[in-house]
């Protein structure tokens, strides 16, 4: 279908973003069009074949470019295993990596491209691409992918760590981390709008149920009671629960939509750094913004913030290198 709609896409968002200077000048719309023409075909045929069957997919596979972009830039370093030579304490490691999941999906993409043009195509990119086209096809947005990204040889626990908020981030060092981004807090209001689909495990935000504060089992109080009543019975069960998955937009966890902003002001965002987006004025007042506004508001947003995400501390030209295999360092 998409081919031409894309194209068109492509022109008239590139020629937007471009007027308004948020493309790096580094990367390029259609990067590969001379070295490997059918690269972003490939990434979008793939996506479109398997994500339809398995549409919880789409959202490990967005975060996946959450945390590859904090880390290092967007440089492909999440995807790096614990080797048998080398680092055995790489991203992948770190508390927040454990519940990621997709590896397996950037894999079968990268097998496709090294077959069409072996060494060409970054492990970067395809994260950038494959979350792009994986929240179209759910009906989400659609945003222009930049492309030229080069793979990063370093992965690091300990940077995962300093560098991917925790859920229980306060709105001051949820700034802080953004800003050293050069993500401002419209950004992370807007990015956090990812949580309007996927799920979270009960340890993420339990502490909120039973634990406030170190408070021994006390709630939090800025989480509406009889959401956090409904947790405790029907979910997070007990406080030592961690296997029990929670949608984070109960009710429309599957949906690309505003409820995630809804639930914010009913006070029923699941994680601390959720609710702590209504604690500011300037970002209060962006998501009432978001939820009087259309839908393709949030969505044009969403998408220029993504824009802005995926060119964070990029590795181009010479600078790194591109990985034959996504988990591996080129020896
Ligand atoms: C603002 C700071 C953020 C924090 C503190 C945060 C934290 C988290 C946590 C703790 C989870 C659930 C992990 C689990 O318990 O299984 C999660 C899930 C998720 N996050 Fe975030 N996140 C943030 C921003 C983002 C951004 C910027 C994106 C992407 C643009 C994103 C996309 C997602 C998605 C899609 C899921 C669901 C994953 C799934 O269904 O497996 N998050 N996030
Ligand atoms: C990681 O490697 C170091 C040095 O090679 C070794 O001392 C350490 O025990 C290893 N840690 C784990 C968790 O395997
Ligand atoms: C990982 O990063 C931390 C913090 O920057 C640093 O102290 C540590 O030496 C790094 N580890 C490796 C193996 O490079
Ligand atoms: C926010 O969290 C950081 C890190 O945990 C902490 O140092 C800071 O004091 C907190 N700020 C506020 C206003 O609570
Ligand atoms: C509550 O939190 C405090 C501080 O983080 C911790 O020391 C304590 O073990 C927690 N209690 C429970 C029951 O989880
Ligand atoms: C989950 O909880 C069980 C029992 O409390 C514990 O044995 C296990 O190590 C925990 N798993 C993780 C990944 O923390
Ligand atoms: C996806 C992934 O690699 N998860 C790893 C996270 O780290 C733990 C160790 O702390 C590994 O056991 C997981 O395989």
């Given amino acids: ?11 008239i968002l590139g020629t937007i973003i471009g007027f308004i200077g948020l493309a790096d000048a580094q990367l390029e719309l259609g ?3 001379q070295s ?16 339809p069957n398995a549409q919880s997919l789409a959202a490990p596979l967005l975060r996946m470019q959450f945390h590859d972009c904090f880390v290092r830039g967007c440089d492909g370093s999440v995807l790096l295993d614990v080797t048998a030579a080398g680092n055995n304490d790489t991203e992948k490691t770190a508390n927040p990596n454990l519940t990621l999941r997709g590896f397996g999906f950037i894999d079968g ?3 496709l491209l090294e077959a069409e043009c072996p060494g060409v195509v ?4 395809i994260i950038a691409l494959v979350a792009r086209d994986s929240i179209w096809t759910i009906g989400g947005p659609w945003w222009p992918v930049p492309t030229g990204r080069r793979d990063g ?11 991917i908020p925790p859920p229980f981030s306060n709105f001051s060092s949820l700034q802080t981390i953004f ?3 050069g993500l401002d807090l419209k950004d992370l209001v807007l990015l956090s709008g990812a949580h309007t689909i996927g799920v979270a495990h009960c340890p993420s935000f339990s502490e909120r149920l039973y634990n406030f504060s170190g408070q021994g089992y006390g709630q939090d109080p800025s989480l509406d009671s009889e959401y956090a009543a409904n947790l405790k019975q029907r979910k997070c069960t007990t406080p030592s629960d961690n296997t029990t998955i929670v949608e984070m937009d109960p009710g429309s966890f599957r949906t690309f939509d505003l409820s995630y902003y809804k639930l914010l002001l009913k006070r029923r965002g699941l994680f601390q750094s959720d609710a702590a987006l209504t604690k500011s004025s300037t970002t209060l ?3 009432k913004q978001l939820v009087n506004g259309p839908l393709d508001t949030f969505f044009d947003e969403f998408s220029q913030a993504m824009v802005k995400m995926g060119q964070v501390e990029v590795l181009t030209g010479s600078a790194g290198q591109i990985r034959k295999r996504c988990a591996f360092v080129n020896q």
Avoid at 1 to 11: G, H
Avoid at 122 to 125: E, H, I, R, V
């Fill in 31 to 33: 990067y590969y069009a």
């Fill in 153 to 163: 040889s370093i992965s690091n626990a300990t940077e995962a760590l300093q560098n």
């Fill in 285 to 287: 007042s962006y998501i």
């Fill in 36 to 51: 490997c023409p059918k690269a972003e075909e490939i990434v979008q045929g793939f996506v479109h074949k398997h994500i």
């Fill in 1 to 11: 279908m998409s081919y031409v709609i894309s194209m068109l896409m492509i022109i």
């Fill in 122 to 125: 970054s492990c970067a990119d």
């Fill in 109 to 111: 993409v990268k097998s």
């Fill in 179 to 181: 800003a050293s981004k």
